[in-house]
């Protein structure tokens, strides 16, 4: 792709965002996964301009079938801004939403600078100060399956994070890949995961993140957070909804859809 063709592409989904379409269909079919990378954080880059406050990062598509799904070889990244955090218990806004669901997931709050390339999961373990458990509030807000360079692009169905009270500074014994969640929809059990199911330990999601960002000259910085992907699947939300996500040992997230 040209620098030309990038900054069209950065326009494209930049205003798209803007006026909420966020799918601009005349990218449909014409981004590599890698092109795809590079306008997500052009689009970054503009909304920072405009006074945005990036605060960190998500990763997605963390488990091997839903790699072989979408027919990539590797999770994938989004950023965070300061906009969309909000705090359990959340009361969240359908009308306000595109299509909402929710992801259950670990948020890190790194401790220390961590950059690329050579990241393994003890470096990225040194790197994490904190950890505590978050749901993901994601949009469907156009073909994911069908169109995911521009899905990536657009920012991966990120609209924000809803972060637990309680907050662990990590031991140096804890095992983030032993950490248990039982999700439960207007009191009733959906599902029960551990940590295992994020590529075998969160820690790796972290080490993943900081090898790709190095790729395009980016690094996590210290006091960022990071979403390290989904024990769960995918969960849609319609009015009426509350989820209630309960993790052993990092306490209770819940989210109310009105």
């Known amino acids: 792709m040209t620098d030309e063709r990038l900054e069209q592409a950065i326009d494209s989904f930049t205003k798209a965002r803007l006026d909420g379409v966020y799918f601009p269909p005349e990218w449909y079919d014409r981004l590599s996964l890698d092109e795809a990378c590079r306008v997500q954080l052009g689009v970054l880059r503009r909304l920072v301009a405009d006074g945005a406050k990036h ?6 598509l963390t488990s091997e079938a839903i790699q072989r799904q979408f027919g990539v070889p590797e999770p994938v990244f989004g950023f965070l801004l ?3 955090v909000h705090q359990s218990p959340a009361v969240l806004e359908v009308d306000a939403l ?5 992801e259950n997931e670990m948020c890190v709050t790194l401790g220390h600078d961590l ?4 990241v393994d999961e003890p470096h990225a373990r040194a790197s994490v100060r904190s ?3 978050a749901m993901e509030l994601v949009e469907t807000r156009g073909p994911f399956t069908e169109q995911l360079a521009v899905a990536i692009g657009e920012n991966v169905q990120q609209k924000g994070v809803i972060l637990s009270e309680e907050v662990l500074v990590l031991p140096d014994d804890f095992d983030l890949a032993a950490v ?3 999700v439960q929809l207007r009191g009733e059990t959906i599902a029960r995961a551990t940590g295992e199911a994020v590529l075998g330990n969160p820690l790796r999601s972290i080490a993943w993140l900081a090898n790709k960002l190095s790729q395009f000259n980016l690094g ?3 006091g960022q957070l990071v979403m390290t992907g989904s024990l769960t699947r995918q969960f849609q939300a319609q009015r009426g909804d509350t989820f209630r996500a309960i993790w052993q040992p990092l306490g209770v997230v819940t989210a109310e859809f009105q």
């Open 55 to 60: 605060i960190g990062w998500k990763v997605g």
């Open 82 to 84: 300061a906009e969309g």
């Open 98 to 102: 595109i299509q909402p669901g929710i």
């Open 115 to 118: 950059r690329g390339p050579g």
């Open 131 to 133: 950890v505590q458990s």
């Open 180 to 182: 248990g969640v039982e």
């Open 220 to 222: 996590l910085a210290r």
